[in-house]
């Protein structure tokens, strides 16, 4: 009974977060325009980089955004699933991304798709469901199905729930082989295994003639009004658990500082909830800061990777080694021929740090290596896949992983091998 208590707490507390943006959405806009909003999401193609804050207005985009993640939420609780890092990681990187890309609509029937696939395997849902949560960085194809008007409407809405169920079913195998590639160095592992499937996927879209055009759609000028609002419940985060749990805090972020944050980290199980919000707290605060340092704009996909970097605090990243690879994409911006406040560079600058582990594990010269390559494979990979998978930096991050982390370790092996008796 106390156990079911606590959970019980400890899921109302996560919803505090999208109940926040909720109450905010009602204030920026009024209900009626909400609504017509959320039907200009729902209908707008999707794929990067579609900022929901110009598609509906930023009260609509919190509107989807809460909502979604609040049904999630609701899903995971029912399911009787125990609370984890991943339950925090994986709402906050849905709440991030309905902000430019997934909405109350487009991301069912890929998670529809792994349940079919758990059942298919005679296993519970509940092994699966954080990779159909992750997984839905491919609600991009969803919505464009349904745009490709030269095909009658039920054949288009038959064809897109086929295609979702597929996507879902295949994911779990491929996520599963995509993390053994990295070994755990690239934290959006699923990002990896969508970035492979939209790529096919598009292939095969542009063997029958279907193009995807590029765009960008870019909100400016709220920087002072959401930055405050980030920054009001990140300062929130860092001063409550210091009032309540102080010294389990302070020693609590003292060890957590010190590990590496390979995937498969779970500071919840390790340190408990109040170092994980206030690791969330510092790290949302100095994402925020950061950008509006370097000149970038506070919008629907910046706040999407702010809320990555916040919900990856649960699972692996914390300042000391997601700073090095910032730096590096940083540095990538002064030497290569972009901005910092281009779009896309200032979306890798906050996504990179899905490279954490590598700045975790090989120090910080290893870290700013590994972001000043993400930059360049970043800005890159989107065309391949034609922006249909919204984690385009999980799929950059995994390529650089998957070459640099081999290469580091042979430098490693190599000194090991020479400080001993063993023969080169």
């Known amino acids: 009974m106390q156990h079911e208590s606590y959970r019980k707490r400890r899921f109302l507390l996560l919803s505090l977060s999208p109940l926040y943006f909720l109450i905010i959405s009602f204030f920026i806009q009024p209900f009626d325009q909400i609504l017509q909003g959320l039907v200009a999401i729902v209908e707008s193609p999707d794929f990067l980089i579609t900022d929901y804050f ?26 009787g699933m125990e609370f984890d890092g991943h339950t925090i990681t994986s709402t906050a990187l849905l709440f991030g991304f ?174 408990g909830s ?21 000149g970038g704009d506070i919008n629907g996909p910046t706040i999407g990777g702010i809320f990555t970097i916040v919900g990856f605090s649960a699972t692996g990243k914390h300042i000391r080694n997601i700073l090095p690879i910032m730096a590096g994409v940083y540095l990538g911006s002064l030497t290569k021929n972009w901005s910092i406040t281009d779009p896309s560079c200032t979306l890798a600058f906050l996504f990179s740090t899905t490279l954490a582990p590598i700045a975790g594990e090989f120090g910080i010269i290893a870290g700013i290596i590994a972001g000043y390559l993400h930059s360049s494979v970043a800005l890159n990979v989107g065309m391949i896949n034609s922006g249909m998978n919204l984690y385009n930096n999980g799929f950059a991050g995994g390529l650089v992983a998957i070459t640099l982390v081999p290469v580091i370790q042979s430098f490693i092996s190599r000194r090991a091998r020479a400080n001993s008796d063993i023969s080169l």
């Open 54 to 79: 110009v598609v509906g207005g930023p009260g609509a985009a919190l509107f989807n955004a809460s909502v979604s993640t609040l049904l999630c939420i609701l899903i995971i609780y029912l399911l």
């Open 98 to 271: 309905s902000l430019f890309g997934k909405n109350i609509v487009n991301i069912w029937t890929i998670m529809m798709g792994v349940c079919l696939y758990s059942r298919f395997h005679g296993v519970s849902i509940t092994k699966y469901l954080y990779v159909g949560l992750y997984g839905t960085s491919l609600s991009p194809i969803i919505t464009q199905i349904m745009h490709i008007y030269t095909l009658p409407l039920p054949v288009r809405l038959l064809f897109s729930g086929a295609t979702g169920l597929l996507l879902g079913f295949i994911l779990p195998p491929l996520s599963t082989h995509t993390y053994y590639a990295h070994q755990g160095y690239s934290l959006y592992n699923v990002g990896l295994a969508c970035g492979i499937i939209a790529t096919v996927v598009v292939s095969l879209f542009r063997s029958f003639d279907i193009t995807i055009h590029s765009r960008l759609i870019w909100a400016t000028d709220y920087d002072l009004l959401f930055g405050s609002i980030l920054l009001g419940l990140f300062a929130v985060w860092i001063i409550l658990p210091l009032i309540l749990h102080r010294q389990e805090v302070l020693v609590g972020y003292r060890m957590l500082l010190q590990t590496s944050g390979t995937s498969h980290t779970d500071y919840f199980k390790a340190f």
């Open 274 to 294: 109040a170092c994980v919000y206030f690791n969330m707290g510092i790290n949302g605060m100095v994402a925020t800061l950061l950008l509006l340092a370097v």
